[in-house]
């Protein structure tokens, strides 16, 4: 017989957290946290989109999680977005058959958010979104496909912000929202101090503060040969200008790649230009935010978190699916030509940092874990989790 879905009564009271990139672990961790202090049953799946130690491995020990239960180590091997995302699919569908948990929690935006997503989807069990109703508008981005379609088939869409809520609305999706808060403000308020205790970055590094903070990874700014010379030449051009600034770029393994793919090596060996530092823990990222002058990014993650921290952000982009960080004062669109990050730059550096953090109060995992445990106690009895069990029970 070909089963295709778990049926209710087969489902244990258990959540399923899926996790596969070095965000998700980070934002994850807080409801990992809340799903244990509140004893609610639960299992963390790995769907190994991100593999390195120190995009990995590196953020379970930084932020004290426990083992994946189940972790999908073929998935390295995949790297285009289909191959990627089917091998992740079912991977994840052998293990929640296996496990049957009842909800199934995702994160973000990444192909592994999305794999969960879909899985559990057709097997029938709650899919949780957390950070749900994000949107850039801008149709380049494989993350906003996934945001687009997580959205449109989970049902319970955990909103970090009003504006995400509308967007959801605007969309009229089926899913119940509830607007919570980002979870990457738990973990980041929480690990700050952690890290001012036990980093030693700035020491190993012989940093002072005040220095600017680069990251880059996406997709339509490192895989585009022009974008990527050019963000290379204003980072060129802001050594020049602001000779006594350090640019501290720990780099993603997609740009490193990409740089030498592109042949672009040597841009990174100028004298006076970048110091080029591998990927670093959450701890010691935290450490280099925070004693920035100001962080060039093109990171979604870091947007918020600049944001919550208070170090002003420039984002080399032309859009973005944070607005409220710019609205708040905490954040500017660069676009990635020279001059413009350049002028963003000096808009940015030196900003009064008193604007408010609109992402939350740092309750965001108490918020979610307990809708989750509701669910679960209802086995799976919100309203729209009814409908689908008939719709289900009919098929048998
Ligand atoms: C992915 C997400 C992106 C997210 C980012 C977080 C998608 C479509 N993109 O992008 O939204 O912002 O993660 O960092 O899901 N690599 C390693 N080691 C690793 C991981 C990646 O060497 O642990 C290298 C590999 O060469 C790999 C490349 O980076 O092919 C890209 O990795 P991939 O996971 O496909 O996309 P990201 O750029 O990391
Ligand atoms: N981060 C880190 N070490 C680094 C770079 C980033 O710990 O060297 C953390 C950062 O604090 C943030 C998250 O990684 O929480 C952002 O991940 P990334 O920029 O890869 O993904 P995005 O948020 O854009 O999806």
Redesign the pocket.
């Known amino acids: 017989m070909d089963i295709k879905f778990v049926s209710r009564e087969r489902r244990a009271r258990r959540v399923c957290v899926v996790v596969g ?3 998700e672990i ?2 994850m961790a807080p409801v990992v946290k809340e799903l244990s202090r509140r004893d609610v049953p639960f299992f963390i799946l790995h769907a190994g989109q991100h593999y390195s130690f ?2 990995d491995r ?2 379970f020990e ?1 932020l004290e999680l426990p083992a994946p239960l189940h972790h999908l180590e073929e998935v390295r091997r995949h790297t285009t977005h289909a191959s990627q995302t089917a091998e992740m699919m079912r991977g994840i569908e052998d293990v929640l058959f296996k496990e049957r948990p009842s909800v199934v929690l995702v994160c ?3 192909n592994a958010c999305f794999s969960g997503a879909v899985a559990a989807r057709k097997l029938g069990l709650v899919v949780g979104h957390i950070e749900a109703g994000l949107r850039s508008h801008d149709w380049r981005m494989s ?1 906003e496909h996934n945001r687009v379609m997580i959205d449109h088939i989970s049902e319970l869409l955990f909103a970090p912000t009003e504006r995400a809520r509308q967007n959801l609305l605007k969309e009229s999706v089926n899913g119940e929202i509830s607007v919570t808060g980002n979870t ?1 403000v738990d ?2 308020l929480e690990h700050v101090e952690i890290a001012r205790g036990k980093s030693r970055i700035l020491e190993s590094t012989g940093l002072e503060p005040g220095y600017i903070l680069l ?1 880059m ?2 997709e339509e700014n490192v895989d585009d040969y022009l974008n990527l010379r050019s963000v290379l030449e204003a980072m060129r051009r802001i050594s020049r200008r602001f000779a006594d600034l350090p640019i501290v770029f ?1 780099a ?1 393994p997609r740009t490193v790649k990409r740089i030498g793919q592109f042949g672009l090596g040597g841009e990174l060996k100028r004298p006076g230009t970048l110091r080029l ?6 701890l ?3 450490m ?2 925070v004693n920035a002058g100001a962080v060039l ?6 947007q ?2 600049a944001c919550v921290l208070r170090v002003p952000c420039v984002t080399m982009r032309e859009n973005t699916e944070r607005p409220e960080s710019i609205e708040a004062g905490g954040n500017i669109l660069a676009g990635t030509s020279p001059e413009g990050i350049l002028v963003a730059l000096g808009q940015m550096l030196g900003k009064k940092r008193d604007w408010a953090n609109p992402f939350g109060d740092g309750k965001t995992a108490e918020r979610i874990v307990r809708a989750v445990d509701c669910v679960l106690k209802e086995s799976g009895g919100i309203p729209c989790r009814r409908r689908m069990d008939k719709a289900m029970e009919a098929l048998i």
């Open positions: 990139t070095r965000p980070i934002k120190n995009m590196q953020f930084d973000g935006d990444a993350e990457v973990a980041s990251t990874h996406r720990p993603h530092l591998a990927p670093v823990g959450y010691d990222f935290l280099l935010l990014t093109d990171s979604g993650g870091i918020e978190e």
